[in-house]
């Protein structure tokens, strides 16, 4: 037990009873599904790991670095000016810099009407550093009637030699940099990979001043076409690709389609590296290789959705059309699990405007709910919610169809390169696991090699691993998602420190 003294107000609201919500994440879902929650008369809690709102998409500067104009880095800044208007002058609990890494059913006793309750399970302190108080990270525990999950993503690695060298960084991670500290990751960066990430990525990279001699897709765009009606009910996507197009050209960047970087050379920083045709399959077609000249490569191979805590609870998730998997959702972002809620990215990738209107549903959905008004769920709003979410849902399932990577992409990788960076394995080591030792899955292959075993847990190689145990007719999918007890690291003072009447959680089967 801590002393509450050090606790902060919002720490020591957390401890005094459950709340109707918690939110966990503050991205463009949860911070929809808190704000509507809140104004519908729900106390909520939101948790979320960094010290500002906003998550990965609305990323944006400390305001120690005195940025004027933020939302030249954004598209849609309006849409998240009205969510942290609406947060600030509302009654969401913030829980910032709260790092979760459980979440348990609790009986909720007579105290509570014998209802069941959730405990979010989180320790404090900016990125696993502690607060300054000396006592490092805290454990806290919040209480709620009713979860909502809009945890995210991260970026899916396709390792290729080279690609540890210093100045390659993840396509994602080079736009983090520039949202928030302002920086570049070098003067000449080619963006790869594949995705339309990466036109943002790199009309971002040129616009503040990079010279980007070259946007490298693996895939095509002219596979879109074959959607024409999908294509033709979000005329907005196709002014936005446009507006990527047109920065672009004014930056003379130049588009290299059916093509990816099988190698990065240098020694103590990336020099150049090698483009590649590819075939359908994504197998390098043999001299096809061209060098070009850079100091930086920041390259991204879609994202994938992060689904610890909803897979630790045990919800059900489904095979989205990428290869990656996301929780399956019914038609008012509920799980499979009974006040579970999800919204955004962990039920399939689909960008912010996706997000922003799931979270607002769940929102709805929840306070319907706890409320015992049904109502809420019968009028234009949610009908409006629901048209524009199966809108959205069909064009997220053709760019994942466009963009999933084909399973000839394994080619690129020779014996020596490093697949798993963590512990230091190899292609060549995984290989022989398969080869020699029968390995046929990803779990038969980490425990044989270590792969995945790091601090990372299996989220840069995970897919890189599965895709190698699969062979020649496996599928370029991501693993099946594990289900553990712990999302994330968790010093085991922290562990120590929970409360002794709760019970810890323990791992499935």
Not at 144 to 166: D, I, K, N, Q, S
Not at 352 to 377: C, D, F, K, Q, S
Request: hydrophobic share 40%; charged share 20%.
């Amino acid at each position: 037990m801590r002393d509450s003294a050090s606790e902060t107000a919002p720490e020591r609201r957390a401890h005094e009873g459950p709340y109707d919500l918690a939110v966990v994440g503050a991205g463009p879902a949860g911070l929809a599904g808190a704000v509507t929650a809140a104004e519908l008369g729900l106390s909520v809690a939101l948790l979320d790991s960094s010290a500002q709102p906003g998550g990965q998409y609305y990323r944006h500067p400390d305001p120690a670095l005195g940025a004027t104009r933020p939302e030249a880095l954004h598209h849609d800044w309006a849409a998240f000016a009205d969510l942290r208007h609406r947060l600030d002058s509302g009654t969401v609990t913030r829980l910032t810099r709260h790092h979760v890494w459980t979440v348990v059913r609790e009986d909720g006793g007579a105290a509570e009407g014998g209802e069941d309750l959730w405990a979010v399970h989180a320790v404090t302190g900016p990125d696993g550093n502690g607060d300054g108080d000396g006592d490092g990270q805290r454990p806290v525990r919040v209480r709620a009637r009713a979860v909502l999950l809009a945890t995210g993503t991260y970026e899916r690695h396709l390792p290729f030699p080279g690609w540890t060298l210093p100045g390659v960084v993840a396509a994602g991670g080079a736009q983090a940099m520039l949202k928030s500290g302002l920086v570049l990751p070098g003067g000449r960066v080619v963006v790869a990979g594949s995705g339309p990430l990466l036109l943002a990525v790199a009309a971002s990279l040129a616009s503040a001043g990079a010279r980007v001699p070259a946007v490298v897709e693996a895939s095509g765009y002219l596979a879109y076409a074959r959607e024409p009606r999908t294509l033709l009910a979000h005329p907005h996507k196709l002014l936005e690709g446009a507006a990527h197009g047109a920065a672009l050209l004014r930056h003379r960047v130049r588009p290299l389609v059916r093509s990816a970087v099988t190698r990065a050379h240098g020694t103590d920083r990336v020099e150049a590296v090698t483009v590649s045709r590819l075939d359908r399959d994504w197998r390098p077609v043999p001299g096809t290789g061209r060098r070009i000249a850079c100091d930086a490569l920041a390259i991204g191979h879609g994202l994938v959705p992060q689904l610890e805590l909803a897979t630790g609870l045990g919800c059900a998730t489904r095979r989205a059309a990428d290869g990656t998997h996301a929780l399956a959702l019914n038609a008012l972002q509920s799980t499979s699990v009974p006040g579970v809620y999800a919204a955004g990215e962990a039920g399939g990738v689909g960008g912010a405007p996706l997000a922003l209107t799931e979270g607002e549903l769940a929102g709805l959905a929840i306070a319907a709910r706890t409320l015992g008004r049904p109502a809420l769920l019968d009028g234009a709003r949610v009908r409006e919610l629901r048209r524009r979410r199966h809108r959205l849902r069909a064009f997220a399932e053709v760019m994942a169809r466009v963009h999933a990577p084909g399973e000839g992409w394994t080619r690129w990788l020779d014996d020596a390169t490093e697949v798993c960076r963590c512990e230091e394995v190899t292609a060549g080591g995984v290989r022989e696991a398969i080869d020699d030792y029968g390995a046929r899955d990803t779990r038969t292959v980490k425990l044989l090699t270590r792969a995945g075993m790091g601090w990372c847990q299996g989220r840069m190689c995970g897919t890189a691993v599965a895709c190698l145990a699969a062979g020649a007719a496996g599928a370029p999918q991501s693993p099946p998602p594990e289900r553990r007890p712990l999302s994330v690291p968790v010093p085991l003072g922290a562990l120590a420190a929970v409360e002794g009447d709760e019970e810890a959680p323990t791992a499935d089967g």
